[in-house]
C-alpha cells in the first residue's frame, strides 16, 4: 500500500493578465484570534467564523512574481524566520516554480510589515535573499519605520517586528531603494496609494492587453469579516479610520469597475471579485484554471 503523504505540495498557481504571467506562491499561514480586530467581541467573532465554516482566524501568507516581458518581479518577500514553522516558506516555493531568488530583479513592497518585507534579509548571514534587486516602496514606509520618535511612542512588540525588522531587513537594499509617491512603477504597473494599515501602505494594478489585476496588499486581513464589514479595522493599523476609508474605496472601485483582485490575505492562492451586497461586500473566489 502507497504511503499517505505527510506534508502538502508546494504552493504555487499561476494566471494569466495579457501578456504577463502572475505566479502566487504562499508563504505560509498564520492563525490570530478576534483580538487583532477593533470592536469585534468573541461572539461576533465566531457568528462571522461559523457563517464561513471554520473554526479560527487563519491568515494566508501570499506573495506574487510578475513576470513581465523583459522582467521577474516580486511583490512581497514572505516572513523570512520571524514566525516559526508555520510561515516562511516563500523561498521553498519560490525555487519549487523553478524561479531562483538571483533571477528577480525588482520587488515591490506594499507596506513593511514582518509578513511583507521580513524575507528580503538573511539575518544570520546578513546577506540579501535577492541580491539583484532594486527595492520599491512608498516614500512614507521608510520615514515612518525609521522615525525614532514613532518607534518611541510603539509597543515593544511594534518597535522589535515593525521598525526593527523594517529597518534590518530593507537596511542592506539601501543603495538599490527605489521610492515612490503613486503612479507608474514600471510599464504596466501602477502605484495605488492606500494609507491607513501604514502611512505607506500601497496597492499595485497590474495590467496588459486589456487585462487588469488589482494586488491590494493588507486591504482585507480577515475576509471573514472585513469583507462584510468593512468598517472593521485591526489593531496593527497605524491609523485604523485612514485604513476604513482606504478599504471602502478600494472595495467600491473593484466592485464597480469588476476588477479581478488579489491580495496577501485573501486565502491562497487569492484570486477573485468583490461584490456588493445589501450591506458590506462579498469575496467571490475565482475557478481554478488549467489553461494558462
Ligand atoms: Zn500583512
Do not use: C
Amino acid at each position: 500500500m502507497a504511503l499517505a503523504p505527510k506534508q502538502q505540495i508546494p504552493s504555487i498557481y499561476h494566471r494569466r493578465i495579457g501578456d504577463i504571467v502572475v505566479t502566487s506562491l504562499s508563504d505560509g499561514i498564520l492563525v490570530r484570534t478576534n483580538e487583532m480586530m477593533h470592536g469585534v467581541s468573541p461572539e461576533q467573532g465566531k457568528t462571522h467564523l461559523d457563517a464561513a465554516f471554520r473554526t479560527e482566524f487563519a491568515l494566508s501568507i501570499n506573495a506574487f512574481v510578475l513576470h513581465m516581458k523583459d522582467k521577474l518581479v516580486l511583490v512581497e518577500t514572505g516572513s523570512g524566520n520571524y514566525f516559526g514553522d508555520v510561515a516562511g516558506h516563500l523561498v521553498g516555493n519560490l525555487k519549487a516554480a523553478g524561479i531562483a531568488p538571483e533571477k528577480i530583479e525588482s520587488i515591490l513592497l506594499t507596506h513593511m510589515h514582518p509578513d511583507h518585507s521580513a524575507g528580503l534579509t538573511d539575518l544570520a548571514t546578513g546577506r540579501k535573499v535577492f541580491p539583484n534587486a532594486e527595492l520599491v516602496m512608498h516614500e512614507n514606509e521608510p520615514k515612518h519605520w525609521f522615525d525614532d520618535a514613532a518607534m518611541a511612542k510603539g509597543t515593544e512588540r511594534e518597535k522589535k517586528f515593525m521598525f526593527q525588522q523594517g529597518r534590518e531587513q530593507t537596511t542592506p537594499y539601501k543603495s538599490a531603494w527605489r521610492l515612490l509617491k503613486q503612479g507608474e512603477v514600471l510599464p504596466g504597473i501602477t502605484a495605488i496609494p492606500a494609507p491607513g494599515h501604514t502611512p505607506g501602505h500601497t496597492a499595485y494594478l497590474i495590467e496588459s492587453q486589456g487585462e487588469r489585476l488589482l494586488i491590494w496588499g493588507d486591504t482585507v486581513h480577515i475576509p471573514e469579516v472585513q469583507v462584510p464589514r468593512p468598517e472593521v479595522a485591526m489593531v496593527v493599523d497605524t491609523d485604523p479610520a485612514g485604513a476604513v476609508a482606504s478599504r471602502k474605496r478600494i472595495f467600491d472601485m473593484a466592485a464597480s469597475e469588476r476588477m479581478l483582485v488579489t491580495g496577501m490575505h485573501l486565502h491562497f492562492p487569492g484570486f477573485g471579485h468583490i461584490a456588493r451586497q445589501q450591506s458590506g461586500y462579498a469575496f467571490v473566489p475565482e475557478a481554478w484554471r488549467q489553461a494558462l
